[in-house]
C-alpha cells in the first residue's frame, strides 16, 4: 500500500497513481481533462465499465484529505480484487465486477496546489490569488478564483443572487461561481466525463461535518434518501439539508437535475478545514464503511 500519511500535491498523487497503475494490470488510468493552469485531472477505474458508479474528491482546495480517502480506497479495492480479500466486510472484488468504480481524485488539481503551496502554485494567476488571499492555506476555488462547485449548471442564477446578496461578485479564495455555468475548464471535465459514460450515481466528497446531502430540487430520486439513510447508519455520519448559500451550483445538484439519478455529498472529518493530516486514518476509518456501500448496495 502507499502511504497516505502525506499532503496530496501534484506530484506526490503522480507518484501514487503511477504505483497503483504499476502494481494493478486491471487499472484503467485516463484524464478527465486539464485545469486553468494545465494540471491534468486523472480518472481511475476498476471493475466493470458497462455500469458504473462514480467518486469524485478535492473540489475545493483545502479539502485535500478528500483526495487521501479516495486514492486509499481505490488502492484497498485493487488489493482485495488482486488477492481476493475483503474492505470493511465486503469481498469487494465480487460486487466490483457488477458495479465498477470511477474516481476523479482531485477535480481541481490547481486549488489544491495553492492551498498546499501557496500562490505562486497558480502560475499566471498568482497576482490574482494575492490580491484576494491572505491565507492561501484555506484556499477553495481554482486558480483564477472560482468555486468549482458554484459553477455547475443546477439552480446557478439563483445561487448567483445569492452570491450578490453576500457582496461576492469578483474571484475570491471561495463561493464565487464565475461568469457563466461551466466556465472553468474543471467543471466542464466533469460534466463531459459524466455525459460521456452513463454512471448510475456519484459521490462528491468534501470536508467538513461527517455530513450526508443527498438532495437537490424535485428530481432527486427516492434512492438518493434511500443511500444517504444506509450511509447514515453504517458510518454515524448525519443526513443534512444544505443551508441557503450551499444549495445550486454543485456537483451533487448537477448530477441530480441532469441525470435524475442519485448523487451525494459526503462531508468527511471533523473540525476546520484544512483538516490535519494527523486526522486522516481516523476519519478514513468512519467513511470506508460509505465508501463500500455506494459501491455494494
Ligand atoms: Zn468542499
New binding site residues.
Given amino acids: 500500500m502507499s502511504d497516505y500519511n502525506i499532503f496530496p500535491d501534484h506530484a506526490t498523487r503522480k507518484t501514487i497513481i503511477d504505483d497503483i497503475c504499476k502494481n494493478y494490470s486491471f487499472v484503467r488510468h485516463s484524464y478527465a481533462g486539464k485545469s486553468v493552469c494545465g494540471r491534468c485531472i486523472d480518472v481511475l477505474h476498476i471493475g466493470n465499465t458497462k455500469n458504473r458508479v462514480l467518486y469524485c474528491g478535492g473540489?475545493?482546495g483545502s479539502?485535500y484529505l478528500t483526495i487521501l480517502a479516495l486514492l486509499k480506497f481505490f488502492e484497498e479495492c485493487c488489493e482485495a480484487v488482486k488477492n481476493h480479500t475483503s474492505v470493511y466486510k465486503y469481498k469487494i472484488g465480487d460486487f466490483l465486477s457488477i458495479r465498477g468504480l470511477t474516481i476523479v481524485p482531485c477535480v481541481n488539481p490547481d486549488g489544491v496546489e495553492i492551498a498546499l503551496n501557496g500562490s505562486s502554485a497558480a502560475m499566471k494567476y498568482k497576482p490574482l490569488v494575492d490580491k484576494v488571499c491572505t491565507n492561501t492555506y484555506k484556499w477553495?476555488a481554482n486558480a483564477r478564483g472560482v468555486d468549482i462547485?458554484h459553477n455547475f449548471n443546477a439552480g446557478w442564477c439563483a445561487l448567483k443572487q445569492r452570491e450578490l446578496s453576500r457582496n461576492i461578485k469578483c474571484p475570491a479564495p471561495t463561493r464565487y461561481g464565475g461568469t457563466r455555468p461551466e466556465s472553468e475548464p474543471e467543471t466542464k471535465a466533469l460534466t463531459a466525463l459524466c455525459k460521456n459514460i452513463n454512471f448510475e450515481r456519484a459521490l462528491a466528497l468534501?470536508?467538513q461535518g461527517r455530513e450526508i446531502y443527498c438532495s437537490f430540487g424535485r428530481n432527486t430520486p427516492v434512492l438518493s434518501f434511500r443511500l444517504a439513510s444506509q450511509f447514515s447508519q453504517a458510518s454515524g455520519y448525519n443526513i443534512a439539508f444544505p443551508e441557503e448559500i450551499a444549495t445550486g451550483g454543485g456537483f451533487k445538484d448537477w448530477f441530480i437535475e441532469k441525470f435524475r439519478r442519485p448523487a451525494l455529498t459526503i462531508e468527511m472529518g471533523l473540525g476546520e478545514n484544512p483538516l490535519p493530516l494527523s486526522d486522516f486514518e481516523s476519519e478514513y476509518k468512519i467513511l470506508q464503511s460509505i465508501l463500500c456501500l455506494g459501491v455494494v448496495v
Fill in positions: 473540489f475545493h479539502e477553495q462547485n468534501h470536508s
